[in-house]
Each structure stands twice: as structure tokens, then as C-alpha cells.
């Protein structure tokens, strides 16, 4: 029996929860710095299986994928991006497997490392400037990589850590006009020095969220960059304008503090847990967490939210 849509569930007013950090997780088991984190779902799919299967025993009701990375332009990087296809399936497979038929797998589909050309931008200025991507060739990718997340059994793709709107929408077009999957896009944002909260490229939250639900996003939010109490304000933000669109927030376990050269993640699972219900109250549909937090925090958020 095919699950339900997850935006229809969240109209009956229910508060999901996704799962936690997964670069964090695989640092854990011995990823080492300049390795493809994408290839393991290859190479180690049982190491990359556990991950999910303990934010699904953590209580989550979705998943993401290992796929952070893979678009052909960052998979090209490590010389892997003749792999897209068979690196993105493998990972929506082995999330699909360990979310069961009760889960959903929403699946991570990250930045390109690209500057994206705008709309108002002559592309010939560009040419040859490995730097810049244009927006056919950033749907591109999107399109290739998001066709294989859906065959590996996602039911929904996860547009995440977006800086720019040019390329958030060219990943939205990608899914949406391609697949059947459902789109989620979150920006990432941080406080600036007026007080403000903006993308690296300077985009506010409400312009953020409004280019992507005009481009097509089902659900919208924000992940990464902040601690969850300061997500509270970005929502706040947020709700005041949109009033009725779904929304999820992955929040960091706190602002990372340097320790001997590591940069660790002080907010415990009871102190994530303490703030949900209030994330919860500002308007938010479905609360992960992000850089730094574990199965645990997942379990905690699990029961504030009950």
C-alpha cells in the first residue's frame, strides 16, 4: 500500500519528526576528511544502512539519504560522476529498506558548489569560468540526480542547505517536472550583524521561502547554520507571511564551539527537547535536527513533541 502524501498527513495538524545529522554519523564510523561521503552507499551500504536504521529506532518518522553530494558536479570532484545514477539509487534504496513500509525517505539533495547564473545575467560572460553554472546545466544535474533518488525508492526530495534562489529553483523545476516525488527545499541562514537573518548570497527568509513555493515546493523551511532556538525567530519570520505552507526545520545541536581544533556541538538531546514544543508553536510541521545531533536528540524531540 503506497504511504501517504506527508503534506496530507500534516493537514490534519500532526507533528512529524525527521532525523538527525548524518555527516556527524559517518564521521563516527571513520569517514576521513577528502573521502566521498556518497560513495559509502556503495562501498560500506551496511555502515550507511545503520545510520538510518537508528534514526528510524530513534523515532523518526522520515529519513534522508546519503546523497548530500551527489550531483554530477560534486560527485566530479572525486572523478565519480559517471556514478550519479547508481550512487543516488543505492542510497535512496538503502534508507528505503531501513525506513520500512511505514517511513518516508526524503531524500538529500544538496547544493552544486556552482554560482548560479540569474536570470538577469548574459551567459556568454561566463563562458568557461568553471566557477559559474548556467541554470539549464544546474537542472541538469538536478534532473539526473532526483530520477535516480525516486527509482531507489524515495518518496520525497529533500533541497537542502540552499544559499541561492536561482539554483534552489532550478532544483525544485528538476524534481517537480520530472519525478512524482514531493518537493521539500530549506534554506540555510544565519544572523548578521544588524540583527538579521540572511542567506551567504543574501537572501532574506521570506523572499527565500516565497521563490520557492512559486517555483513549486510542497514544504518549505530552514536547516543547518543555527540551534533551534534561534530557528524560532526565522519561523516567526516566516509565519508572518505565509501563513498555511508546510513547514520543517533541521536545526544544529547549537552553535559549534572549537575544542582542540574540533568543532563540537553543545546542546545535549534534553536541551534540543526543551525548545520543540516551541518550534512546534511557531508553526513548524516537522522538526530534525542537523549538524551535531545524534539518535538520541531524535528520541528526545520524538517525545517533546508527542
Known amino acids: 500500500m503506497p504511504r501517504n502524501k506527508i503534506k496530507e498527513v500534516l493537514k490534519t495538524g500532526k507533528v ?8 556527524t554519523f559517518l564521521q563516527k564510523k571513520g569517514l576521513k576528511a577528502g573521502e566521498c561521503p556518497e560513495l559509502w552507499c556503495i562501498e560500506r551500504p551496511d555502515d550507511v544502512k545503520d545510520i538510518a536504521s537508528n534514526y528510524i529506532k530513534a523515532g523518526a518518522d522520515m529519513v534522508e539519504t546519503n546523497s548530500f553530494g551527489g550531483t554530477s558536479y560534486k560527485l566530479d570532484y572525486y572523478g565519480l560522476a559517471d556514478k550519479v545514477a547508481e550512487i543516488n539509487e543505492a542510497a535512496a534504496r538503502i534508507s528505503r ?29 561566463y563562458d568557461g569560468d568553471e566557477l559559474y553554472a548556467t541554470r539549464d546545466c544546474l537542472y541538469s544535474a ?36 520530472n519525478t512524482s516525488l514531493e518537493v521539500i527545499c530549506t534554506f540555510t541562514f544565519e544572523k548578521n550583524n544588524k540583527g538579521e ?3 551567504m548570497m543574501g537572501l532574506a527568509p521570506v523572499n527565500a521561502i516565497k521563490g520557492a513555493i512559486e517555483a513549486g515546493a510542497d514544504i518549505v523551511g530552514a536547516n543547518c547554520g543555527n540551534g533551534i532556538e ?27 564551539q572549537n575544542v582542540d581544533g574540533v568543532d563540537m556541538f553543545p546542546e545535549t538531546p534534553e536541551d534540543m527537547a526543551k525548545i520543540a ?27 517533546a513533541v508527542k
Open 197 to 199: 537573518y540572511r542567506t
Open 277 to 303: 514544543p516551541d518550534l512546534a508553536k511557531a508553526g513548524v510541521n516537522i522538526i530534525g535536527g542537523c549538524c551535531g545531533t545524534t539518535p538520541a536528540h531524535i528520541a528526545a524531540i520524538k517525545e
Open 16 to 23: 512529524l519528526v525527521s532525523d538527525g545529522a548524518w555527516g
Open 230 to 256: 534561534r530557528m524560532i525567530e526565522i519561523i516567526t519570520e516566516i509565519r508572518k507571511i505565509e501563513k498555511d505552507v508546510p513547514i520543517l526545520v533541521h536545526a544544529n545541536a547549537g552553535l559549534p
Open 97 to 125: 529498506e531501513a525506513a520500512g513500509d511505514d517511513n518516508w525517505v526524503i531524500a538529500s539533495i544538496g547544493p552544486t558548489g556552482k554560482m548560479a547564473i540569474g536570470e538577469d545575467e548574459n551567459e556568454e560572460d
Open 142 to 177: 538536478f534532473k539526473e540526480q532526483a530520477a535516480a533518488l525516486e527509482k531507489g525508492g524515495a518518496d520525497a526530495a529533500c533541497i537542502e542547505t540552499m544559499s541561492d534562489l536561482t539554483e534552489a529553483v532550478a532544483a525544485i523545476k528538476a524534481v517537480k517536472e
